[in-house]
DNA sequence: CTAAGTGTACTATGAATGTTAGTACAGTTA
DNA sequence: TAACTGTACTAACATTCATAGTACACTTAG
């Protein structure tokens, strides 16, 4: 499962919970399948039962889960967590351009370094890729 | 000052440390400027000498600051820092978009959030951004 | 019904970290 | 010399994370 990374900093139930929120997100754990119950995770991961707890006690309470007493935990629907995930990426970008201005690191320059990168890893990103709040401009500014 | 925030969980050390690093890539603090002394800065923040010890332990290992024994703290010079902030900008910027296309937030969603988000703050960003890996492309889409 | 599996709620303990407090010492400078 | 600087300790306390153990309620397969 490799759920947790005992390298990582991060608290055990943090790296837990992190890593079922992207498995849902992803679609790899579909809706209302059955989670791993408590015991059993605990001792595939080598923890305890209550931090694997604490870790499903958050993704519920994030509405990733859902609990049925004496049956067990099971995934929710995504859908909605889907677009909540997205407008916190967007959020998270849009801010890592703020920053940069501040330290005086132009859009273009920024622009241009991520094209880089797209360059080197690309393939998956492929082509034609365009943030143009407009292309053909003399326009607004 | 402001320099801390104590609704932030993050330790107070480390939010020493990180504003100090924004104001001296921002060049709000300048090359060989001297920095508060521990104790003053500890008193202007209602904290103890040894959690300001400890952020400026931090800062001057990360190379930002220099100390002369008996003098005080003094601000380095910040170029190469600014180049290593872009680094980091540019990577978080990158995977950010990775993490996306991981759940399945197209290029092209991604890149049209942006852009609105882009549109409803600017002013400062301005205008003709582009990201386009090629333009004219007929192609793909 | 019983047994074995689920989640949940406690208490107690230990380790690590962040913070405060106090003391001491060394270097610099007016 | 006096008043600053940084630095290095030790001690104590609170919080957080994790472990351990126990107990109880619910569900399901037998």
């Known amino acids: 499962m490799n759920l947790i990374d005992y390298h990582d900093s991060r608290p055990i139930y943090e790296q837990i919970v992190e890593n079922f929120k992207l498995q849902i997100l992803k679609g790899i754990l579909r809706a209302d399948e059955q989670m791993p119950s408590v015991r059993s995770l605990a001792i595939e991961l080598s923890t305890n039962p209550n931090t694997v707890q604490k870790a499903y006690a958050e993704l519920e309470r994030q509405g990733y889960i859902y609990t049925i007493k004496g049956r067990g935990n099971f995934v929710k629907g995504n ?14 970008i849009v801010e890592l351009f703020r920053e940069a201005e501040d330290i005086g690191f132009s859009l273009e320059e920024i622009l241009d370094e991520i094209k880089n990168e797209f360059k080197k890893l690309d393939k998956s990103i492929g082509a034609g890729v365009s943030l143009g709040v407009d292309e053909n401009r003399g326009g607004k500014a």
Do not use: F, G, L, V
């Not at 859908?79 to 998270?92: C, G, L, P």
């Open 79 to 92: 859908t909605s967590m889907i677009d909540n995930k997205k407008r916190e990426i967007i959020d998270a």
